[in-house]
């Protein structure tokens, strides 16, 4: 890894870091209450009293972006790690079993990747008008396809290897298997799924509340507050400018993050 | 695709109410006239019954009727096709457009600034949400300097085909950034996998003129997997048309989408998720074809 790549992985983990510290300490770092309605200051654009303006109901919008930084990030790190998990165990299922579970596993996965991921989640949210538990294991539940076709196939071509087959030969289960021989093979793989899954998930959260579909107001998240600010973005560009901002950049961190620790593994596929 | 179809029909059943939602809401309605319309409808046979019936109408082109303004919902999609379409030709230019000239000079000058500049771009474009790009995009040149349009496909009083295409430009660009930026950098691997093969080394120690053996045939041999992958992302194009179209007000079939799902108005819905599912399929299958096509080792 060259020294520009080192600097990249640090300037990632900074900002992560620095986003993760604001969701968690939003209620000491908010110069204002999230929901604090301020109905003379309203649509007040941005100033020192207020660094990203107030919104129609006078709302401080640094404070509301704070505290959507706790739904958004929350849903992005929880979603992913489902994604993956489940992913996982799919995968680790239909490379273990083979046959018609293994068929059956992934024709599922086929049928739900050539649906397309955003419309299929904004009927199912109109269906079942999720909370933000629900939201989290549906973001999931379109997700785990691509982890579960990788893993799969690491696990098959392990499972045909001499030292699992040995392990599998002196009587070794194949829960005991798993754990021992083909976790360490496969966590590489699922901690760069997982990186990129944060960020895609934080993205799809966002596209369905920005349809208000997806996290219901009056609980703030970056998707719904441009929702909201789409009605009077000529008027309040601010309103819909700093939402998005937050977005793209803890999508990029995660993005470039996962782009980092996917390059050492690309330099020593000989083993 | 059979298995598609079964989870389409599944959150048809799952919508609220079922697919009689709209008359039960309804306090006009009297409960034995849902029963009389239940049973018209078939909806009182056994569920494996009821798929097989909606799954031969669908294949025959009968996909019910809106519940918004009652019309069949197969003509209402037909009459919103060509526009996206259009916008989905237009982008899809845009995007190689873009994407084709950097991946290879990225790919040709590794570690140049090209190369930084595209890879920085690249990792952006990925992380960017598509429907704010949009509002910025919206926001900045539609109302804030006023060079395009911000919405629509025409203007009310000037059809003419260039004021048509002011129209497409902004949404074009949406919808294109995405692809534009995964495929930029596709290219540039597959163009570094094929720099490093001997053929290359060969033709140059032979004296063909460089500009020549990049596009003759480093490029030629790099097209053939960028094909396979620009149609593979039909599944994506898809989102991002549901999205480009709502945020431009584009009349197309995402636009149908959204307006269906603001109304709740599930035989749109559900047909929209059907064909377009139909369409990914056959796309991957295409893809696959091209792939053999282009390819002649795996023929």
Not at chain 2, 155 to 166: L, N, P, Q, V, Y
Not at chain 2, 257 to 286: C, G, H, K, Q, W
Request: no cysteine; aromatic share 8%.
């Amino acid at each position: 890894m060259t020294r520009r790549a080192d600097r990249g992985t640090l300037l990632a983990l900074v900002v992560a870091t620095i986003l993760v510290t604001f969701a968690l300490f939003a209620p000491w770092i908010a110069p204002h209450a999230p929901d604090a309605i301020d109905l003379a200051g309203r649509r007040a654009s941005p100033s020192t009293a207020h660094w990203f303006g107030t919104d129609d109901l006078g709302r401080d919008l640094f404070a509301r972006v704070l505290f959507g930084a706790r739904v958004s990030l929350a849903i992005g790190v929880l979603a992913a790690a489902l994604t993956v998990a489940l992913g996982a165990t799919v995968g680790t299922v239909a490379g273990w079993t083979g046959r018609w579970i293994d068929a059956l596993l992934m024709r599922i996965a086929d049928a739900l990747l050539a649906m397309p991921r955003l419309p299929l989640l904004m009927i199912t949210s109109v269906i079942l008008r999720p909370g933000v538990a629900l939201l989290i294991v549906l973001v999931a539940a379109v997700g785990w396809m691509e982890t579960a076709r990788v893993v799969r196939a690491e696990v098959r071509s392990l499972a045909t290897r001499g030292f699992v087959e040995a392990a599998r030969a002196v009587g070794a289960g194949a829960i005991w298997s798993m754990w021992r021989h083909v976790r360490p093979n496969v966590m590489p793989t699922l901690v760069v799924a997982t990186t990129l899954a944060v960020g895609r998930s934080i993205l799809l959260e966002s596209a369905l509340s920005f349809f208000g579909v997806g996290v219901q107001p009056p609980t703030a998240s970056w998707g719904n507050m441009l929702y909201q600010a789409q009605a009077t973005m000529a008027t309040e560009p601010w309103l819909a400018f700093f939402p998005g901002v937050a977005i793209v950049i803890s999508v990029l961190t995660v993005n470039a993050l996962g782009e980092r620790l996917d390059l050492p593994k690309k330099g020593s596929d000989s083993n | 695709m059979l298995l598609v179809s079964v989870l389409v029909f599944a959150l048809l059943h799952a919508a609220p109410g079922g697919p009689l939602s709209v008359y039960l809401e309804n306090p006009g309605v009297r409960p034995e006239d849902i029963e009389r319309l239940r049973r018209a409808l078939g909806l009182d046979q056994p569920l494996a019954t009821q798929y097989l019936r909606w799954l031969a109408a669908f294949v025959r082109g009968d996909w019910g009727f809106s519940l918004s303004d009652g019309r069949p919902v197969a003509e209402r999609m037909l009459e919103r096709a060509p526009a996206t379409l259009e916008l989905a030709a237009t982008s899809l230019v845009m995007a190689l457009l873009a994407a084709v000239p950097l991946g290879v000079r990225s790919a040709v000058r590794r570690g140049g600034w090209v190369d930084r500049i595209g890879s920085v771009a690249a990792l952006t474009g990925v992380s960017l949400p598509v429907f704010w790009f949009g509002l910025l995009l919206q926001l900045s040149i539609a109302i804030g300097l006023g060079w395009l349009p911000s919405s629509g496909r025409s203007s009310a009083f000037e059809g003419g085909a260039a004021d048509r295409i002011r129209h497409l430009i902004l949404p074009g660009i949406v919808l294109a950034a995405v692809h534009a930026a995964a495929w930029s950098r596709y290219l540039r691997a597959s163009m570094i996998g094929i720099l490093s093969q001997r053929f290359i080394l060969a033709g140059e120690s032979r004296g063909v003129p460089h500009r020549r053996l990049m596009l003759r045939h480093a490029l030629r041999n790099a097209a053939g997997p960028l094909v396979t992958v620009v149609l593979l992302d039909a599944a994506l194009l898809v989102s991002g048309a549901v999205v480009t179209e709502s945020v431009f007000a584009w009349p197309g079939l995402g636009g149908l989408f959204t307006e269906a799902l603001a109304r709740r108005d599930y035989p749109v819905l559900m047909a929209f998720l059907m064909v377009t599912s139909v369409a990914v399929i056959m796309l991957n299958l295409l893809a696959d074809l091209a792939h053999r096509v282009l390819d002649p080792r795996t023929r």
